[in-house]
């Protein structure tokens, strides 16, 4: 199939810097989101995602700045989650040069959000992302929890069934995450990924636990995600993102090199 | 000092389209996003970008009593349709249960389905078609200059172009179907990816467009 699977660095902002937890906590700096955007643009990066950390709705205003930025010089396309609740939201993201908005709490809040978001800017720009947690105890079948607010909040809502629900509502894509895996670097949570690409319609972008480069294959051949996003990896300088594509080719996996 | 009207009607990542034609645009040119009809029947070249909805497209371009201006560029300036800017210009869509479009092509746009599969290897496709595809160039072309054939481009749709005429046809994708992924006449090109998100390859298109004298060869 000639579509390429997707590399996606993702950036975790906080107060327009890059910052980097393990499981949602204990946050390093990893530097500037600008000067970081660009650099992936140059390895080869297939997109790119900012996750807005910030607390305070105030500091909001930045992001749509870093986001100005990065969009007049790096000509792929870019996400912007975090803290999106409001049409207005919405529109003041993608008019600062993003191209998608990622959706999380607002949409578990209210789920018609996201059907009123994609009829208003089109389903090619809503991502519904997606904190996933195992709740099952070994013996019963797998079975995942979302959570909200970075993490904190338990829904008691089945993950695979939001995940239609959401791509019912008009989602373009989905962005899943592994709370159990994230910042671990054990890899992702493979039956997660694949039990939600293969329940869906729309691409899967696969989060959370990438520790090396064969985790990002994984991700695509067991995992069945349409595109693998990661932070760390990219972020310290263990891994460019041409040697993570040059490490998918060699497994057969069709990229854009 | 030409000027480059990118027709704004409310709708799509017009920054995104604008952001990289500044980037490319001859020094002293001016690029301008606009909704006014005057100032696109007063510009040198015109884009016509879109992404959402074809019944949300139609409904704003007559909103904004653009109709007249785009056609009238479509006629007689160098034109660039983007997605939906593409779409639009054919017959009719099938999206939103069927919708009549501009009609400067016959031809109708396509659902490629709710789980369409790979007719060869016989996986599920995700729709939207998202992601970074192959373009195959199907003829020359001045806006093909300096882009390597089956370069990939960032693509984001679900529905595609099928028009009347192959003729029209400028370059193809695969996507369980082959379709029309670019098409041209005379001083129209439009194309269904989104070159402003396409890295080297796309903003080398719009470098060529911004340059291009609307000769089809």
């Known amino acids: ?257 | 000092m030409a000027v480059l009207a990118i027709i704004d009607y409310g709708m799509g990542n017009l920054r995104s389209v604008s952001n990289a034609l500044l980037r490319v645009a001859p020094a002293g040119d001016r690029v301008v996003l606009t909704s006014s009809p005057e100032v696109v029947r007063a510009a040198d070249r015109v884009v016509f970008p879109g992404q959402g909805a074809a019944r949300d497209c139609m409904r704003e371009i007559v909103g904004h009593g653009l109709v007249d201006a785009v056609l009238d560029a479509a006629a007689s300036r160098p034109f660039l349709g983007i997605c939906m800017g593409m779409q639009v210009l054919l017959a009719h869509s099938e999206e939103n249960g069927g919708i009549d479009c501009l009609g400067v092509y016959p031809g109708t746009v396509r659902y490629f389905g709710r789980s369409p599969r790979d007719p060869l290897s016989g996986e599920r496709l995700k729709v939207p078609h998202m992601g970074w595809n192959q373009l195959q160039q199907s003829r020359p072309h001045p806006l093909w200059s300096g882009i390597l054939d089956l370069s990939r481009f960032y693509f984001v749709h679900s529905y595609y172009v099928a028009p009347a005429e192959t003729g029209l046809v400028a370059a193809t994708a695969s996507y369980g179907v082959d379709f029309c992924a670019a098409l041209a006449r005379d001083n129209v090109f439009a194309i269904q990816c989104h070159p402003e998100k396409s890295a080297e390859a796309g903003l080398q298109l719009l470098h060529n467009f911004a340059r291009w004298n609307g000769k089809p060869a």
């Open chain 1, 1 to 257: 199939m000639p579509l390429a699977r997707r590399i996606i660095p993702c950036l975790d902002v906080d107060n327009g810097r890059v910052v980097k937890g393990v499981r949602f906590i204990d946050i390093r700096d990893a530097g500037d989101p600008v000067e970081i955007a660009r650099r992936y643009g140059e390895q080869g990066a297939d997109e790119i995602t900012f996750l807005d950390i910030t607390a305070s709705s105030d500091e909001r205003e930045t992001m749509a700045h870093v986001v100005e930025a990065v969009a007049a010089e790096v000509f792929i396309p870019l996400t912007v989650g975090g803290g999106i609740r409001a049409l207005e939201d919405i529109r003041r993201i993608l008019n600062a040069g993003a191209d998608k908005v990622a959706i999380n709490s607002a949409a578990v809040a209210r789920p018609e959000f996201v059907r009123e978001a994609a009829e208003r800017f089109g389903n090619q720009c809503i991502v519904v992302a997606i904190d996933a947690k195992r709740v099952s105890v070994p013996g019963e079948p797998l079975k995942w929890e979302i959570f909200t607010h970075g993490g904190r909040r338990a829904t008691g809502i089945d993950a695979i069934a939001w995940a239609i629900r959401m791509a019912e509502y008009g989602a373009g894509e989905l962005l899943v995450t592994s709370m159990d895996r994230d910042g671990t670097r054990e890899g992702f949570d493979l039956e997660l990924m694949r039990a939600v690409s293969e329940a869906v319609p729309v691409p899967l972008i696969a989060s959370g636990g990438v520790g090396n480069l064969e985790h990002l294959a994984e991700g695509i051949t067991q995992g069945r995600a349409d595109a693998v996003l990661a932070a760390s990896i990219f972020h310290f300088g263990e891994h460019t993102v041409g040697e993570a594509k040059a490490h998918l080719a060699a497994e057969g996996i069709e990229i854009r090199l």
